[in-house]
T-cell receptor, first 116, second 110 residues
Framework: DSGVTQTPKHLITATGQRVTLRCSPR?????VYWYQQSLDQGLQFLIQ???????AKGNILERFSAQQFPDLHSELNLSSLELGDSALYFC???????????????FGSGTRLTVV | GEDVEQSLFLSVREGDSSVINCTYT??????LYWYKQEPGAGLQLLTY?????DMKQDQRLTVLLNKKDKHLSLRIADTQTGDSAIYFC??????????FGKGTRLHILP
C-alpha cells in the first residue's frame, strides 16, 4: 500500500456521461497530480494541485476538471465522455516544494475507466 | 520541448542482465528517476540518481548517467520473472514537474 488511495478501482460508463474519480494523498503530502495512461499515449500529465490551489496544467481537455479540497483529497471530473477517454487514471502525491526531488511522486493504484 | 524517450519493448532471458535506456531533454534536471509498474498496479519509485553522479548501484540495479549525452540507463543484473514490468524513466524540471517517458515493457523469456 503506497498510502495514496484512489476510488473507484474500476468504472464502466456510457458515452456522454459524467464521472468523478477520487484521490486521497499520502498523509503529509500537499501536492496531488493526475495522470492519464493509455496504451498509445503513455503517461500523460493532466493537472497538479498544491494545498488546494491549481499549480500546473498539462494536456487536460476542457471536458475534464479537477479540484483539491481543504482536507487535501482531490477529485477529477470527466464529462461528455468519449470512447477515447477509456484509460487508466492515476493520482500521485508528493510533499510539495523540493520534497519530491529526492523521493519523486507516490502513485495510487489507479482507476480504470471504460467508456462503452 | 520537454520529452523523455525510451524504447517500448525489451525481451531478456531469465538470468541475463537487462539494460533499459532513456534519453532526456533538460540538461538542468537535478534528479532522474526510474519507476516500475507491475500489472494492475501504480508506478513505484525504483531508484533515482542525482545529476552530479555518474553511477548509482543498489543491489541488482545499476543506474548510469551520461550528462553530456543526456542519457540514462538502468541495468538489472540476474533478471528474474518478478522483474517483468513496465519501467519508466523520468526527469524533474526546474518547476518541480516530473516528466515521464512512455515506458519500456520488459518481458522475461524462460
Amino acid at each position: 500500500d503506497s498510502g495514496v488511495t484512489q476510488t473507484p478501482k474500476h468504472l464502466i460508463t456510457a458515452t456522454g456521461q459524467r464521472v468523478t474519480l477520487r484521490c486521497s494523498p499520502r498523509s503529509g503530502d500537499l501536492s496531488v497530480y493526475w495522470y492519464q495512461q493509455s496504451l498509445d499515449q503513455g503517461l500523460q500529465f493532466l493537472i497538479q494541485y498544491y494545498n488546494g490551489e491549481e499549480r500546473a496544467k498539462g494536456n487536460i481537455l476542457e471536458r475534464f476538471s479537477a479540484q483539491q479540497f481543504p482536507d487535501l483529497h482531490s477529485e477529477l471530473n470527466l464529462s461528455s465522455l468519449e470512447l477515447g477517454d477509456s484509460a487508466l487514471y492515476f493520482c500521485a502525491s508528493s510533499v510539495g516544494g523540493t520534497g519530491e526531488r529526492t523521493y519523486g511522486y507516490t502513485f495510487g493504484s489507479g482507476t480504470r475507466l471504460t467508456v462503452v | 520541448g520537454e520529452d523523455v524517450e525510451q524504447s517500448l519493448f525489451l525481451s531478456v532471458r531469465e538470468g541475463d542482465s537487462s539494460v533499459i535506456n532513456c534519453t532526456y531533454t533538460d540538461s538542468s534536471s537535478t534528479y532522474l528517476y526510474w519507476y516500475k509498474q507491475e500489472p494492475g498496479a501504480g508506478l513505484q519509485l525504483l531508484t533515482y540518481i542525482f545529476s552530479n553522479m555518474d553511477m548509482k548501484q543498489d543491489q541488482r540495479l545499476t543506474v548510469l548517467l551520461n550528462k553530456k549525452d543526456k542519457h540514462l540507463s538502468l541495468r538489472i543484473a540476474d533478471t528474474q520473472t518478478g522483474d517483468s514490468a513496465i519501467y519508466f524513466c523520468a526527469e524533474i524540471l526546474r518547476d518541480d514537474k516530473i516528466i515521464f517517458g512512455k515506458g519500456t515493457r520488459l518481458h522475461i523469456l524462460p
